[in-house]
């Protein structure tokens, strides 16, 4: 689950460039456009707004197409999903080398994301610096937990007031149909797939509502989908994801330990007593709290390649006098973090009352410091909103399917932890794990362990023996 949401409040603009029209057959009902993103064919298809009342109307998908570099020989079409939910997916990248000359790859924007139908609860742009204040942080005292809740519910409040009828429209259950409408449309009469994070949900929903219509799956980050979806305690604390964080920062310690003579708890304790200024790479005065902090180390350790911007960034923190790198956050599209939070809540039972998120919040944070506090209270506008979807999936999960493949990080990986990918190849009808050896999240593009089984997956449906574990590159 990837639900950044440490917000660098600015004008959210979605710019495409020019690109002729797809040279491909049109698959039916997809009408395409003329302007793209340099090297893809972009259109729109028009599905159900709901599948259980056709009366209300259609919503629209915004959807890109990579064609195969080798159209001669072509095997297919792989559709993809980079995971959020609220993250834009319409232009997938090649995958491989090998599955781009093959396949064409269709990425979509889901609805209430990106270029698709989206929903808008604000109507003053004053509205986000509320915005600003309830989500991508967490309180430290039971002061700030009542202000971050009444700023929650003010969000939304005007989400419930302004979104229209989509919002209640936004179930990954729902979602998956759209996937079997966009496979239908392009004519395969089975679905191959590649979905990272929120991507796997995406994934283990379709694989479970049409069995009989996958393909080939390739889940990367796996979400435990009977957690995501049901039992006791905010979603967020039910994942776990904040017990893999420590595993993931000893290994990134364990391997800096030449290089890394700060220490870790100290500065955590420094920025207890208050912020650190600190001075990046582009000679900016930059003010960091305890919660921007985590936030940060947070995104870093999702990826084994960051750790030397991660020993940047905690020996600025050490020693103000050392550069920090610069921030990469940019911008975020507001609607799409919104309508992904309606997703969100629409597929997951949380408890209604916003201040349990403390009890929870607090335990996690005994097994994680920072993280736990952090990823439990990425779920608390669940308590609040009032939305819910007809069309949403909550099991069961164990639908006979061709072979699934499951990718995961075995060090740590602190959106979808390593055990909620064990647990999913038990829980599923017919999957196969297969392991990187390393932290972060999302395991293809790493090592060329995993993306030759990837190849021989979705080219031949093979699955490696169990308890197969790839080296990093």
């Not at 005292?141 to 409040?157: G, K, N, S």
């Not at 929120?198 to 393909?215: D, Q, R």
């Amino acid at each position: 689950m990837n639900l950044r949401v440490a917000l660098a409040l600015g004008t959210a603009t979605l710019a495409v460039g020019a690109l002729a029209p797809a040279a491909a057959a049109s698959p039916a009902g997809v009408v395409w456009e003329v302007s793209c993103t340099p090297g893809y064919e972009c259109g729109h298809l028009d599905v159900p707004l709901s599948y259980q009342d056709s009366s209300l109307g259609t919503v629209r998908l915004a959807i890109a197409r990579l064609p195969a570099t080798d159209q001669a020989h072509k095997l297919g079409t792989i559709f993809y999903n980079p995971g959020g939910p609220g993250s834009s997916g319409r232009f997938a990248p090649a995958l491989t080398p090998a599955l781009h000359a093959r396949y064409d790859i269709v990425g979509f924007d889901p609805r209430g994301v990106g270029a698709s139908s989206k929903i808008h609860c604000f109507t003053d742009p004053s509205q986000l610096e509320v915005l600003q204040r309830a989500l991508g942080t967490f309180p430290l005292t039971h002061t700030a937990e009542q202000q971050q809740i009444a700023d929650t519910r003010t969000v939304t409040d005007l989400c419930e007031q302004n979104a229209g009828p989509l919002a209640n429209h936004l179930s990954t259950g729902t979602i998956a149909r759209d996937l079997d409408r966009l496979r239908t449309a392009f004519g395969e009469p089975k679905l191959r797939y590649y979905g990272k994070s929120y991507g796997t949900y995406l994934g283990e929903t379709y694989a479970n509502l049409f069995p009989n219509h996958v393909g080939a799956l390739a889940l990367d980050a796996v979400d435990d989908p009977v957690r995501w979806s049901t039992g006791p305690g905010p979603m967020s604390y039910r994942l776990r994801g904040f017990a893999d964080a420590p595993r993931a920062l000893q290994s990134f310690l364990d391997t800096c330990a030449s290089r890394c003579d700060f220490d870790y708890s100290a500065i955590l304790d420094r920025l207890t007593a208050g912020p650190i200024t600190v001075t990046d790479t582009t000679g900016r005065q930059v003010v960091v709290t305890y919660q921007g902090a985590i936030a940060r180390i947070h995104d870093y350790l999702t990826d084994a390649r960051s750790a030397p911007a991660l020993e940047a960034f905690l020996r600025a923190l050490a020693n103000p006098a050392s550069p920090a790198p610069a921030s990469p956050a940019g911008p975020p599209d507001i609607d799409s973090l919104l309508g992904g939070g309606a997703t969100l809540c629409s597929d997951a039972a949380n408890p209604r009352d916003p201040a349990v998120w403390w009890d929870y919040a607090q335990r996690a944070d005994q097994v994680s410091r920072g993280f736990g506090r952090y990823d439990v209270y990425k779920t608390l506008p669940c308590a609040t909103w009032e939305v819910s979807d007809t069309g949403r999936y909550a099991g069961p999960w164990n639908h006979p399917t061709a072979p699934i493949l499951l990718l995961a990080n075995r060090q740590g990986d602190l959106e979808t932890p390593y055990a909620g990918a064990q647990r999913t190849e038990g829980l599923l009808a017919n999957a196969r794990l297969l392991s990187l050896d390393t932290y972060g999240h999302g395991s293809r593009g790493r090592s060329a362990c995993i993306d030759g089984w990837l190849d021989r997956y979705f080219v031949t449906g093979a699955v490696p023996a169990p308890g197969t574990l790839c080296a990093p590159d």
